[in-house]
């Protein structure tokens, strides 16, 4: 089989298992300074991919407003700077970050299929996903929900959090940009047209839009007539934001396979494997789109992951 054929079916295989055929690894975790991103799972402090980190210091920022250490609840996917000890499992935390994937009113629920539809972007329930103030069961139509969560390969939503919001000053999500139309000033984002005529665009490439680009979309309305009309679009950052060197553990879903050595996880975040890359629960053979996997390293100069651990969820 060609690589061409590997990556369009999201399975490493031939070269990559050669460079990562053992069965487990060192687990012993990540030890100093640095970057965790992954949800939350446990709270009294809190706890992220396994390693339970003091907040009381740390400066904690909730949907890029300043918040306190009490709004972060479980299930949100957040991203936590400081030192940690591998040895207890414990840190302590500088600056804890959340930012959610999607806020809107629910258009459809399946609770048969364990899946909601807001602003055409599909959202997938599991037994791990926490729910607040609702359940799947009792979630309506028109209710207005935010959502924490990984991307998965296709654009949808495997949600972590699920939260019943009370008010809501807008509506938001994030994914890549697909079908973008620069005569019409449309793209599309999963099940949405999006109408950016009259958008505030930030953070954007010299040339402007473009399709692939990864986007948090805001609106003051409800789609009409199958399109959303954007008011603001954020062009986000994919990198992980240190500098060369940086100890990052992430936990994810594989939504690309790039090469016999790379791949990306929740659509933004590259990671590349080596020799020298050890994995636990599974192979190298086992990275595949929507394998859900926490991967463990330093950021090279290119800004990419390169994994000492691959560890299989």
Not at 5 to 34: H, N, R
Not at 169 to 194: H, P, S
Not at 264 to 284: H, V
Request: proline residues 2%.
């Amino acid at each position: 089989m060609t690589l061409s054929k590997l990556i369009k079916y999201g399975v490493i295989a031939g070269v990559l298992t050669a460079v990562g055929s053992c069965g487990s690894g060192s687990g012993g975790g990540m030890t100093g300074s640095g970057l965790v991103i992954g949800p939350i799972t446990g709270l009294g402090s809190i706890i992220v991919n396994g390693v339970t980190f003091d907040v009381d210091t740390a400066s904690v920022v909730v949907d890029g407003m300043p918040a306190a250490a009490s709004d972060l609840k479980l299930g949100m996917v957040v991203e936590v700077r400081g030192t940690i000890d591998a040895q207890t499992a414990t840190g302590v935390a500088s600056s804890v970050a959340f930012d959610d994937d999607l806020q809107g009113p629910v258009e459809a629920v399946d609770v048969s299929q364990s899946t909601i539809v807001v602003l055409g972007q599909l959202v997938i329930v599991t037994d791990a996903t926490v729910f607040d103030g609702v359940t799947l069961a009792t979630l309506q139509v028109s209710d207005v929900i935010e959502v924490s969560g990984f991307l998965d390969g296709n654009g949808n939503i495997r949600a972590t959090r699920v939260e019943l919001e009370s008010e809501s000053e807008g509506f938001e999500f994030k994914g890549l940009i697909a079908e973008l139309d620069a005569a019409a000033e449309t793209f599309r984002i999963g099940g949405q047209l999006v109408d950016y005529s009259g958008a505030q665009i930030e953070n954007a490439p010299p040339g402007g839009l473009v399709n692939d680009l990864f986007v948090e979309i805001h609106a003051q309305g409800e789609a009409a007539g199958g399109v959303l009309v954007a008011t603001e679009i954020d062009v986000k950052d994919t990198d992980f934001g240190g500098d060369e060197g940086e100890e990052v553990e992430i936990e994810g879903l594989v939504t690309r396979v790039i090469s016999s050595t790379e791949f990306i996880l929740n659509q933004t975040r590259r990671i590349r494997i080596d020799a020298r890359t050890e994995f636990e629960n599974g192979t190298a053979a086992d990275i595949a789109v929507d394998a859900r996997l926490e991967a463990e390293g330093a950021v090279g100069n290119d800004g990419v992951l390169v994994a000492r651990e691959v560890e299989f969820r």
